[in-house]
């Protein structure tokens, strides 16, 4: 069979990279993909919003499975185009993405469907939420864009007077342009953070390992809000009781929820919990795999990847059998360009790549990264996620970072202390 996916960032390397391992997969193109996924597999110069050339090329090349990467194309309904077109596509429609498209529509759906999550407030503009905050205690609080912002569209603010400025950069500035045209304040929950991700055809919920990423730039937590600068799998915080409690009180109701709206999720249900003194509460949803999450979970799953996503989309997902994974945990650190999250060149060459893919137990999963005069180069902020395998967590971290110092360009950089939580 021949696969296409679609995306260009180190998640759809590891999608990649996985599905090439089985014995159904034929051909797997990547569209656009970077230096990594044309290793891999083959890239294809389309863009993820370009659906009808997408759909075309997948008739041409006789592809029998598209599988989306980004939340964009998804939240555009790229999965409705496929299929009006006879295509099979593995993730949600426009209307189940609009669970990650729209954070007052996953707020509003947590409160009817009983799943604990913060205190909040929506606001159809900025004028009201100002009002709200200056009529309030001052107390912490989250003020989030509604819409998708690459994943920083979320503050975390101490006070009142920082969330005031938030509200001024999101709703006013437009610094997430349209994404920023409803905003969301809400409680700030204290506790660690950590990604459940579950694989659901809407009646089977197939729940995947615990994770834990580093959204703050920089080391011990600060720093502004990134995509992810690294994450580990399996987290040591959610036990086995737990996640059988998670998946019961969140996982499972959501799924109903949305079969209740008539907009019935099939895909990737991926969780951001907050675990609180009270237990875990729902911080948001994610309709696809994360990233970085998505690259140490991989790096663990011994199961066929390609079968469990066949499986999710004819409906057929019980006959699935639990998934096998590699016992051993797995450590993904993120190196950037300088200036990421702000402003970063690009076009660096990457040295240093062929002896860190040589280690034992690693992974060199591209993210922002592209083939220039026959050589790789910087072309985003998160340029490489370096993923390892250990008997321990810490021996995965020393693994990773191990590779790390293999690999430089001029302003390379990552955070020394990813998985550090789970070492405590």
């Not at 759906?109 to 606001?123: E, I, K, Q, W």
């Not at 197939?206 to 834990?212: D, E, N, S």
């Not at 003194?277 to 199961?303: A, H, I, S, W």
């Not at 430089?408 to 405590?424: E, H, M, Q």
Request: hydrophobic fraction near 40%; charge should be negative.
């Amino acid at each position: 069979m021949n696969i296409l996916i679609v995306g260009s960032g180190g998640r759809e390397h590891a999608l990649a990279w996985k599905i090439t391992q089985s014995p159904r997969a034929d051909h797997v193109f990547v569209a656009p993909g970077n230096a990594g996924t044309d290793y891999d597999g083959e890239n294809v110069d389309i863009q993820p919003a370009d659906f009808p050339t997408l759909i075309k090329f997948a008739k041409e090349n006789q592809v029998g499975l598209t599988v989306v990467g980004p939340e964009a194309p998804l939240a555009a309904g790229i999965v409705d185009a496929f299929e009006a077109e006879g295509l099979r596509a593995f993730g949600p429609s426009r209307a189940a993405a609009e669970l990650e498209a729209s954070k007052v529509f996953c707020k509003d759906l947590l409160r009817h469907a009983d799943v604990p999550s913060a205190d909040y407030h929506s606001f159809a503009n900025p004028n009201e939420a100002q009002k709200y905050l200056d009529d309030r205690e001052d107390v912490p609080v989250v003020v989030k864009a509604d819409g998708l912002a690459a994943g920083k569209g979320v503050v975390v603010c101490s006070g009142r007077d920082e969330a005031l400025r938030a509200v001024e950069h999101i709703a006013r500035q437009k610094a997430f342009g349209e994404a920023g045209n409803r905003l969301v304040i809400e409680e700030r929950l204290d506790g660690q953070e950590v990604s459940v991700l579950a694989i659901t055809d809407g009646r089977t919920i197939i729940t995947l390992q615990p994770a834990q990423d580093h959204k703050a730039a920089f080391d011990d937590g600060k720093g502004p809000n990134t995509g992810g600068m690294g994450a580990y799998c399996p987290a040591p915080l959610v036990d086995d009781e737990m996640l059988h409690w998670i998946e019961e009180h969140v996982l499972v109701p959501t799924v109903h929820a949305m079969k209740r709206l008539r907009r019935p999720f099939r895909g990737v249900l991926y969780a951001g919990l907050m675990i609180t003194k009270q237990g875990p509460k729902v911080l948001e949803y994610n309709v696809r795999f994360g990233d970085p999450e998505c690259q140490p979970l991989l790096m663990r799953l011994k199961t066929d990847l390609l079968d469990v996503l066949e499986a999710t989309i004819d409906g057929r997902l019980e006959e699935i059998g639990p998934l096998e994974w590699d016992a051993r945990p797995a450590v993904c650190v993120v190196m950037a360009s300088q200036g990421y999250p702000g402003h970063y060149t690009k076009g660096h060459p990457i040295r240093g790549l062929v002896d860190a893919d040589a280690l034992p137990d690693v992974k060199i999963f591209h993210a922002g990264t592209a083939m220039q005069n026959g050589e790789v180069v910087t072309a985003g902020g998160r340029v490489l996620n370096v993923t390892a395998l250990g008997d321990s967590i810490a021996k995965a971290k020393l693994n990773a970072y191990r590779a790390v110092k293999c690999i430089r360009w001029p302003g390379a950089w990552c955070r020394k202390d990813i998985s550090n939580k789970a070492l405590v």
